[in-house]
């Protein structure tokens, strides 16, 4: 599985953004995605996951409310709509996936990851 992240850029605070992560695979739907960031200084965090049909998700507590997860299995893409940015938003954002149903808060757990998108917020 091959995986192309892009949609980042700098937004000021409160502003929105939207990633997208378009995957190679033919049977994207048999894998849970993931949303990961890491900012500088600091290791790949856990952002947001998707189940494979999406009938599941999960957030990072620090993103619940403000971001959604979302794909569309006909278009094999993943998207994360950013809302309420903050400055400490900041961070690379990478896509990930992993053969089976669901997927897990932990790095290690996916086996697929995309190049990352840079996102700044400004103050």
């Known amino acids: 599985v091959q995986l192309q992240a892009s949609g980042g850029g700098l937004v000021q605070a409160g502003g929105s953004l939207r990633l997208s992560c378009a995957a190679s695979r033919r049977s994207f739907s048999v894998v849970a995605m993931g949303w990961f960031r890491q900012a500088p200084g600091k290791e790949r965090g856990f952002v947001a996951g998707i189940s494979w049909d999406g009938g599941s998700t999960e957030y990072a507590t620090a993103v619940k409310g403000r971001f959604t997860i979302s794909r569309d299995n006909a278009k094999n893409t993943m998207y994360l709509q950013m809302n309420s940015l903050k400055p400490e938003d900041t961070a690379v954002y990478y896509c990930?996936?992993?053969?089976?149903?669901?997927?897990?808060?932990?790095?290690?757990?996916?086996?697929?990851w995309g190049q990352g998108t840079l996102v700044t917020v400004s103050s």
């Open positions: 990930a996936a992993r053969p089976g149903s669901y997927g897990t808060t932990h790095a290690d757990g996916y086996n697929y």
